[in-house]
């Protein structure tokens, strides 16, 4: 039965390896109870085809697109002010939530890279928004090889200050301010003992935005609402 085990291990862990269709693998170690710890620290959650956009205030046919990886994950090293449920500090993981299995509260960073279109063609600008980010997931099956469950992007929320083009800069998703964000994670363990975490999140985000006086962006203001696939594994 070991064998088999090893020889299905050894299977999933070459097809990760070279039939993954997007970005590096994302592993984590076994927290000693036969599952991995969420969010997945030290791992990004990109997406392999979309970008964030701002679209709403702009001239017709001139947009803001908005591209890079959820990342720089790090649970809060005192109580999280806007975690649902109450978790020690320096913990990002427990008991709770709406799924009926765990929460998840951390802060991460927004990396983008910033692109205008039309108009607004030739700006071009590095961002990095940090955010606050609550997750919730399902009841998992810890021990077993392959565990799948449900996930909610429940709150993720931020701003930048102080920009030279943005006088304000918000972004705002997750199912708690009506914005659904569902997903799904499978964790699936390698011969090493770690998990592989293949993960998405379909976030429903809205950027809110005000341009700076003196800047190219003076003058433009708008709320944009689209929805983006970001995974990672």
């Not at 994950?73 to 990002?92: A, K, N, R, T, W």
């Amino acid at each position: 039965m070991k064998k088999n085990f090893l020889i299905l291990s050894l299977l999933v862990s070459f097809s990760l390896v070279s039939f993954s269709g997007f970005g590096q693998l994302c592993t984590q170690p076994d927290n000693g109870t036969g599952t991995a710890t969420l969010p997945p620290i030290g791992c990004d959650y990109e997406s392999p085809v979309e970008v964030f956009m701002i679209i709403d205030g702009l001239p017709p046919g001139t947009t803001m697109e908005l591209d890079g990886p959820l990342t720089n994950f790090v649970c809060c090293p005192d109580i999280c002010q806007m975690c649902s449920m109450p978790l020690p500090p320096g913990e990002c993981e427990g008991y709770g939530g709406s799924l009926g299995g765990n929460g998840h509260c951390f802060d991460a960073v927004l990396e983008f890279q910033v692109t205008g279109t039309g108009e607004l063609q030739g700006f071009n600008r590095n961002i990095s928004l940090p955010v606050f980010c609550e997750a919730h997931t399902g009841p998992r099956n810890p021990g077993e090889p392959v565990q799948t469950f449900p996930t909610d992007m429940y709150r993720l929320q931020g701003e930048i200050f102080g920009d030279p083009d943005f006088c304000m800069l918000r972004i705002t998703g997750g199912t708690d301010f009506g914005l659904p964000s569902p997903g799904s994670t499978t964790l699936t363990q390698l011969p090493t003992g770690e998990f592989n975490v293949d993960s998405f999140f379909d976030i429903t985000y809205q950027i809110e935005f005000e341009g700076c006086p003196g800047s190219v962006l003076e003058g433009f203001a708008g709320t944009t609402t689209a929805t983006i696939r970001l995974e990672t594994g």
